[in-house]
């Protein structure tokens, strides 16, 4: 017999449907018999026929055929999750309700942390930069600071080959900048024409080495924007403005905007070799008016370049009480806080802070997913044992678990990115940061990934345990196991949930009472209604005429120039001072004020011994006032009229004033002088009468445009400096207030889901317990002794390990709030009522209904 | 039944099948519609057609025993369900009705 053509055949067995293949390829065969045996072209036609049969109704399904068999489990599972999800409705909301909001916090942290660590970290070459501090010893202590002398950048260009580039610049400061009398206030810097090459700012136009020549300026494009109303602006001219001085420079480049990815963005730079000719009167070694940036190619030799560095300063300036050091560029930002000398972290405390705490809020609401559906595995009992017992592994039914988690954790996760894009501008105004999801796609990518992470964490429990499930009991008994074995592995869980929120209370009722505390605390001097402005511009040459206008303004108490500032930027120290009976390393660094005569009376301070200053007599520029820390400091007795050596001079000891807070509470109260030196002021201050600040600032507006039309008024008031200055803490207050009533909130759910599972499992007992006379409280209270049980174990766990983190939090504090019993008895109290609203809302309803109606279905 | 309109080919087929009655698997139904109407049928017309019908019912079918012509394969044996004798029923009085509608001197005259 003749064989039909092969491959045809073997494409037809391929292609049709299993149940077919074995009658039709026997008609196939038997009209092919036939043919040949009529001798017509047989095996043309035997492919036509097969060619013909390749059509939808008998070619095999994709499920169905062995290797795609998953297929129909995956279709089984979802079927299945779907199904349960419908039936428990509220289980199913509040895992869902619990993982969205929880996604949605880890979500915004996540970017919220990268931002962090991303700043100023976006330079091509910063690991290799870095910045030249010096550390100060004197008998107050060690302090760091990032400033140093700027005549050692040249020196360490040639002496010091290991380092191979350096720049010099300053901080960034607020000027004016002016055309045609219209003034700006900006941001801005002085740098050399280095600082452009080692840092990544392009310029869009223009030339760097500009600012080699003292005349130029780079400005940015949104700044050559809002000052000309256009981008070509490069050689045109504006007036750059400070104190009394005025400049015309040159814009000879147009940079790039500086993004919030720089933790001091500035707005213009202008030439170092000008500052340094122009603005710095004393160019010596002891001044530390720069700011150096050295980048090394070989970061091995860090030590060699600190050594050398410090070699070639004591050189200059022979003074063991100094030192040099270099850290990373980058870690100004999240590491910039010394203590004693050592770098300490900074900002990145926070950074940390919100991991844990993001971490803990998705724990919390992955416990409630392991929670619930273990206790609501019992449901599931006959399901697991029916499958079991037609064969169904281990592996299928963890898989069916794991299927239920994911699909779970993919909903959230879709809803939590929705969430975070709908919900971004609110939390950026929370934040004071300028986050967003759309440039950054790879987030969203990273935040895909939370989808198998949740799903597994979630689901891994449930999984293994209710796969291991034996046969015989999930098929016998209606109840799963004994009941204590299984609610101990969920008080458990309970247990840890409340813990973790009850951390997290007691975390922010610490930090907004430390917060309450800075803010309303006496700080030794009167900062309400306390407002100061520049002194600029006519403000010198016609001072003494405008000061007397403003002091006739009803609703002025008193106006004083001043150089009082809380910013630590605007604070001028130093640690040239001499005494009689000054020991070898007695020296003190002393924050210095310049001002008129009123310029202590103003802040509202209080004199210990002597007077402050008087007009009326001329030689009050020889003449000092200290505060109580300076004097005990010095170790000088009776220092009224006594005399101490000042870089500018002798100076009589007039008075001596009550300690007040230089800056913030970060810091341990410090010395302080006050000079008779109008000149030298650069604030006006005025201190406005209560309840008439509205009024009196506008009339100080229009005083001020009189006087000084080509500039910008914009007066400050000191308690806003000074809450200013607790701004990143106050925004970190906030976000943990929400942060930790959502973990309450998510805890609460997971209680209130487990109540629903007991109550309805015990809804017979209930009935017969109130047939047979039992009270209804005493009801509802059996029914909330372990959900009680767990939150005051969670109690006792808690305190004490919050209680050492709060102290903890607290030493970053020089003056701090003490730790009080109340605040924990706060927590604890608020954890447990909210467990016995959550709780006690569904047991008085179960403990209230009809015994009929629980007793009679059977 | 009302709703269920059979093709013209569906039609053919299930009639053949009642045809051979005990005999009607796929190779001898192709023969005898090829031999009585005198039109060319290819295995897969005929085969989606057949699966079509089972599926709406129309057609029942199992497995003979196997012999030793065609390969040793076994044969698919087609059957007349209930529901098919009566749309195969209802189709017929549907045309019957029809023809008897039609005046007599059309058809004459179109012949």
């Given at each position: 017999m003749k064989q039909p053509p092969k491959y045809p055949l073997h494409f037809f067995r391929w292609f049709c449907h299993p149940d077919y293949v074995e009658d039709i390829e026997g008609d196939l065969l038997e009209r092919f018999e036939k043919r040949t045996n009529e001798n017509r072209s047989a095996r043309w036609l035997f492919a036509l026929d097969v060619l013909r049969l390749f059509r939808p109704g008998i070619i095999q399904n994709f499920e169905g055929t062995k290797k795609l068999n998953y297929y129909g489990m995956f279709k089984h599972n979802l079927l299945i999750s779907l199904r349960g999800f419908k039936r428990h409705k509220a289980v199913f909301g509040i895992n869902l309700i619990g993982l969205i909001t929880s996604l949605t916090c880890v979500l915004f942290s996540v970017l919220w942390i990268n931002d962090e660590l991303q700043k100023d970290r976006f330079h091509a070459e910063s690991d290799k930069l870095f910045q030249v501090h010096s550390k100060f010893t004197n008998v107050s202590g060690i302090t760091v600071s990032r400033g140093v002398t700027g005549l050692i950048e040249p020196e360490i260009e040639t002496q010091i080959p290991q380092a191979v580039a350096s720049a010099v610049s300053t901080d960034v400061h607020e000027y004016t900048l002016s055309i045609n009398k219209k003034g700006f206030r900006v941001k801005g810097r002085f740098a050399d024409f280095d600082y452009l090459k080692l840092l990544d700012y392009p310029l869009l136009s223009g030339d760097a080495t500009a600012l080699n020549e003292p005349t130029n300026i780079l400005i940015t494009k949104s700044l050559a924007m809002k000052m000309f109303g256009k981008e070509d602006v490069v050689g045109e001219t504006l007036d750059w403005h400070f104190w009394s001085r005025e400049n015309t420079f040159q814009i000879a480049g147009i940079l790039e905007d500086v993004t919030s990815a720089t933790s001091e963005p500035f707005e213009f730079i202008l030439p170092w070799t000008f500052y340094h000719d122009e603005l710095i009167n004393y160019k010596g070694w002891g001044n530390f008016y720069g700011r150096v940036l050295v980048k090394l190619d070989d970061l091995s030799q860090k030590s060699l370049v600190e050594e050398k560095l410090n070699e070639i300063f004591q050189a200059n300036q022979s003074n063991e009480n100094v030192e040099l050091f270099l850290t990373g560029y980058s870690d100004r930002y999240l590491y910039g806080k010394y203590e004693n000398g050592e770098q300490v972290g900074g900002r990145i405390e926070y950074v940390k802070l919100t991991s844990i705490v993001a971490a803990f809020i998705l724990l919390i609401a992955c416990i409630n997913f392991v929670n619930l559906s273990t206790a609501f595995a019992s449901l599931k009992a006959k399901e697991i044992g029916v499958k079991k017992s037609f064969g169904a592994s281990k592996r299928n039914l963890a898989f069916q678990f794991f299927f239920e988690s994911l699909l779970l954790s993919f909903l959230a996760t879709l809803a939590a990115i929705l969430f975070v894009v709908a919900l971004m501008e609110p939390f950026n105004q929370l934040t004071g940061k300028q986050l967003s999801l759309l440039p950054q796609p790879m987030m969203i990518v990273y935040f895909l990934l939370f989808i198998p992470i949740i799903g597994i964490i979630a689901g891994l429990y449930p999984a293994i345990h209710l796969s291991r499930l034996k046969v015989i009991t999930a098929l016998k008994s209606k109840v799963l196991g004994s009941q204590n074995h299984k609610a101990w592995g969920r008080q458990t869980l309970v247990l840890?949930?409340?813990?973790?929120?009850?951390?997290?209370?007691?975390?922010?009722?610490?930090?907004?009472?430390?917060?309450?505390?800075?803010?309303?605390?006496?700080?030794?001097?009167?900062?309400?209604?306390?407002?100061?402005?520049?002194?600029?511009?006519?403000?010198?040459?016609?001072?003494?005429?405008?000061?007397?206008?403003?002091?006739?303004?009803?609703?002025?108490?008193?106006?004083?120039?001043?150089?009082?500032?809380?910013?630590?930027?605007?604070?001028?120290?130093?640690?040239?001072?001499?005494?009689?009976?000054?020991?070898?390393?007695?020296?003190?660094?002393?924050?210095?004020?310049?001002?008129?005569?009123?310029?202590?009376?103003?802040?509202?301070?209080?004199?210990?011994?002597?007077?402050?200053?008087?007009?009326?007599?001329?030689n009050e520029k020889e003449s000092v006032i200290f505060n109580e820390t300076a004097i005990r400091m010095m170790g000088i007795e009776n220092p009224i009229g006594k005399t101490v050596e000042h870089y500018t001079g002798k100076k009589e000891i007039i008075g001596i004033v009550k300690d007040f807070t230089t800056e913030s509470l970060h810091n341990p109260m410090e010395p302080a002088m006050f000079f008779y030196r109008p000149e030298r002021a650069h604030y006006i201050m005025v201190k406005m009468e209560n309840g008439k600040e509205f009024e009196t600032i506008e009339k100080l507006e229009t005083l001020y445009k009189e006087f000084n039309p080509s500039y910008p008024f914009e007066p400050k008031f000191v308690d806003q400096d000074y809450q200013a200055m607790y701004d990143s803490e106050m925004r970190m207050a906030n976000l943990s207030h929400i942060f930790s009533g959502l973990a309450i909130l998510i805890s609460c759910l997971g209680l209130f889901g487990l109540t629903i599972f007991q109550v309805q499992r015990k809804v017979k007992e209930i009935g017969i317990k109130k047939v047979l006379g039992c009270d209804r409280w005493k009801l509802a209270l059996s029914m909330t002794y372990n959900f009680t049980k767990a939150v005051f174990l969670a109690i006792i766990i808690t305190i004490p390990i919050s209680y050492l983190f709060g102290l903890r939090w607290l030493e970053n504090y020089a003056e701090s709030v003490q730790l009080s019993m109340s605040t924990f008895a706060i927590a604890a109290g608020v954890a447990l009522l909210i467990a016995w609203i959550t709780v006690g809302s569904q047991t008085i309803k179960a403990a209230n209904a009809n015994p009929v109606d629980s007793l009679k279905d059977e | 039944m009302g709703k269920h309109q059979l093709g013209e080919f569906e039609e053919v087929v299930m009639l053949t099948v009642a045809i051979l009655t005990d005999e009607a698997y796929g190779f001898a139904i192709i023969e005898e519609m090829e031999k009585r109407l005198n039109r060319k049928v290819s295995i897969g017309a005929l085969q989606t057609v057949l699966r079509r019908l089972e599926k709406k019912g129309y057609l029942s079918s199992e497995m003979g025993e196997a012999t030793a012509v065609r390969g040793g394969k076994r044969k698919r044996f087609f059957h007349l369900t209930s529901a098919g004798k009566n749309v195969l029923q209802e189709t017929k009085e549907q045309r019957l009705g029809l023809w008897n509608a039609v005046p007599e001197f059309v058809v004459k005259f179109s012949y």
């Open positions: 840890i949930q409340f813990s973790l929120s009850i951390l997290l209370i007691v975390g922010t009722l610490i930090v907004s009472k430390q917060m309450d505390y800075a803010l309303n605390k006496n700080l030794g001097y009167d900062r309400d209604n306390l407002l100061y402005f520049l002194r600029e511009g006519q403000l010198f040459e016609n001072g003494q005429a405008f000061i007397s206008e403003l002091e006739s303004i009803p609703g002025v108490q008193q106006v004083s120039e001043t150089g009082f500032s809380v910013s630590p930027n605007m604070q001028n120290r130093t640690g040239g001072l001499d005494w009689v009976g000054k020991g070898e390393d007695q020296q003190v660094n002393v924050w210095e004020n310049n001002g008129d005569a009123h310029s202590v009376d103003i802040l509202g301070l209080e004199l210990v011994a002597g007077r402050t200053f008087q007009e009326v007599l001329n | -």
